[in-house]
């Protein structure tokens, strides 16, 4: 149940060309990866396995997933990405798995530029964002609640 509320809250704040954040337990991330929403979230109609997530996972008939496009993290940059436009860069999301949606991306600009340490050039060309700070408080706080909820109750986000 707890699941299913998540689901429907996220599927009324999605927009398309808006920005969310997915649940990973990948280690070399904060625990979380940054999407852009590239169409209207929808219910599946019969499981399916879904593309673009390591491992594959299914989802199953009566869930809401939503099309995203991936975007890297920029390396040497804290909280700054680029989008994957090629086709890995392509995927399906459960909406089970979104923290956060809606976020405010600032682009750069001269009171909001890359760090030195970055290839300022390559981050540029590929478009470089950066994730607002008081989104980055919100997405480690859904982290650590969804990481409490799990191990009390077992969900498996």
Not at 1 to 11: A, D, T, Y
Not at 36 to 50: F, G, P
Not at 73 to 98: C, H, S
Request: charged share 25%.
């Amino acid at each position: 149940m707890l699941l299913h509320g998540i689901e429907v809250r996220m599927n009324e704040r999605i927009l398309i060309v808006t920005f969310g954040t997915m649940r990973t337990d990948d280690e070399t991330t904060q625990g979380y990866n940054l999407v852009k929403w590239i169409m209207e979230s929808y219910t599946v109609q019969e499981d399916t396995v879904l593309m673009g997530v390591e491992p594959q996972p299914s989802a199953f008939t009566g869930e809401i997933i939503c099309d995203a496009v991936f975007w890297n993290p920029v390396p040497n940059a804290i909280d700054w990405y680029t989008p994957m436009f090629k086709r890995e860069g392509l995927v399906i999301i459960r909406l089970k798995q979104v923290l956060i949606t809606g976020m405010t991306m600032k682009m750069i600009s001269d009171n909001n530029m890359l760090p030195n340490k970055c290839n300022k050039k390559q981050a540029t060309n590929q478009g470089a964002m950066k994730i607002d700070g008081d989104n980055v408080c919100e997405i480690i706080e859904e982290v650590y609640r969804r990481d409490k909820f799990d191990k009390e109750f077992n969900i498996g986000f």
